[in-house]
């Protein structure tokens, strides 16, 4: 079935994402012993349709040179098997450079891409907005994961684009 995955730096809130979208219903899979974060899947359910969820876990693009690395060496079979992407940022901090590069990476995926801005509980979110049009992405939902602003919006959007092909509403 369509599997959409959860991208984006430390701390701007993918967990609490995950967790709010699966509920309990997740499974940690590692096949690279060693790797401090495997990715975890778990079942989202939304107007009648079950995707898969993947956390690609900590992608930490500081150093340029390590981008590609991190990118393909953690989440590169998360992405690949991805139907649809969604970039978390942190609304509260100013646009680094390094979200700039991952958002620039994951749109070369040419896969639909979203950009969660989350925390919006505590921001407005025009500046961080009107940085990421200027690089291309224009599927911008403010969220709050904590406390839940905008989630139904999201998976709106999300699920808009997701292959369920024929398979019928549960
Ligand atoms: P991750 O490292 O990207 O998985 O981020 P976490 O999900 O662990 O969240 C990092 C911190 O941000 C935690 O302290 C969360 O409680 C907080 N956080 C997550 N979502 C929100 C939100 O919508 N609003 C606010 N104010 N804090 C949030």
């Given at each position: 079935g369509p599997v959409f995955a959860i991208v984006g730096r430390p701390n701007v809130g993918k967990s609490t994402l995950f967790n709010r979208l699966t509920g309990s219903r997740r499974s940690i899979v590692g096949d690279?012993?060693?790797?401090t974060r495997d990715r975890i899947y778990g079942e989202v359910r939304w107007n009648g349709h079950t995707a898969r969820l993947v956390d690609t876990g900590g992608i930490v693009p500081d150093d340029e040179a390590l981008i590609p690395s991190e990118i393909f060496r953690q989440a590169r079979v998360a992405l690949e098997e991805a139907n649809a992407i969604v970039m978390v940022v942190d609304g509260r901090t100013e646009l680094a450079a390094p979200d700039i590069d991952l958002a620039r990476l994951l749109l070369k995926t040419g896969k639909p891409l979203f950009l969660a801005v989350n925390k919006i509980d505590t921001v407005a979110l025009d500046a961080t907005a009107e940085n990421f049009r200027r690089i291309g992405i224009h599927n911008l939902v403010p969220i709050s994961a904590e406390h839940g602003h905008n989630i139904g919006d999201l998976l709106d959007e999300v699920f808009a684009v997701l292959?369920?092909?024929n398979e019928e509403a549960e």
């Open positions: 690279e012993p060693g790797i292959p369920f092909g």
